[in-house]
């Protein structure tokens, strides 16, 4: 067990180590989500983080939230390939009914990212604010937590080739085609507390969440808390 493997990382960047190391626990007593949210961590799940360095070459970091977004939904639909699933904005995956499967939470010190994955695969914990589900109660028979990793390692890295490869336009098509469809009704908590409806439009060509409001405007959304409604 230990506090938080983004945590670890972190330290572990700070000291020099390279793109591409993975930590993996089998509990965390430490875990966050986005916004700071406690990340619960009960064991059996995949909690686990990798080292990004960045370059400037690369495109905007921001974009990463991207490439992690598509390396889970990769990694979901290869070890539970039954069970239907969508990418939220930013990078949450969630069942067709909405349930969050897995979350991410990216960190920056200097030039490293550190991606944190928690997948819900034999437990998930109850929210008060969303609904939540794992892939072993959904009826799919997934490996264990070490197996679906090496999984995970390897799709984002395919993930950030074609990252560094591609325009990002690319990334952004292949998230749309894996998301909740366009028209889809949102709730959208703002930084500053205001709460916007409106219907999902698509990404803007800088990953920002474009949502149509009620008169017909388009707003971009660069942060924010996002539900399906």
């Known amino acids: ?9 972190l330290a572990r960047a700070a000291l020099g180590a390279p793109e591409g190391l993975w930590l993996r626990a089998d509990r965390q007593d ?5 916004m700071g949210r406690q990340w619960e961590s009960p064991v059996g799940n995949l909690y686990a983080s990798t080292i990004i360095r960045i370059s400037v070459s690369d495109p905007a970091p921001a974009s990463l939230a991207f490439v992690a977004a598509l390396a889970a939904f990769d990694t979901v639909t290869a070890v539970a390939p039954d069970i239907p699933v969508q990418i939220k904005w ?20 200097n030039d490293a990212i550190i991606a944190g994955f928690g997948i819900n695969l034999f437990n998930y914990p109850l929210l008060p604010d969303r609904p939540t589900a794992d892939l072993s109660s959904r009826g799919a028979n997934p490996p264990d937590a070490q197996a679906v990793c090496e999984i995970l390692a390897d799709n984002l890295a395919r993930r950030l080739l074609q990252w560094r490869q591609q325009p990002l336009g690319n990334l952004l098509r292949a ?7 366009q028209g889809s009704a949102l709730r959208v908590n703002l930084p500053d507390g205001d709460c916007l409806e409106g219907l999902f439009a698509g990404l803007a060509d800088d990953g920002a969440l474009k949502l149509r409001l009620a008169d017909g405007e388009i707003r971009a959304i660069h942060a924010a808390d996002i539900f399906l409604i």
């Open 1 to 9: 067990m230990t506090g938080s493997t983004n945590a670890d990382l």
């Open 30 to 34: 430490g875990g966050r989500g986005r």
């Open 90 to 109: 930013p990078n949450d995956i969630l069942t067709v009914d909405g349930a969050k499967l897995c979350g991410i939470l990216l960190e920056r010190a």
């Open 175 to 181: 998230w749309e085609s894996a998301a909740h469809r």
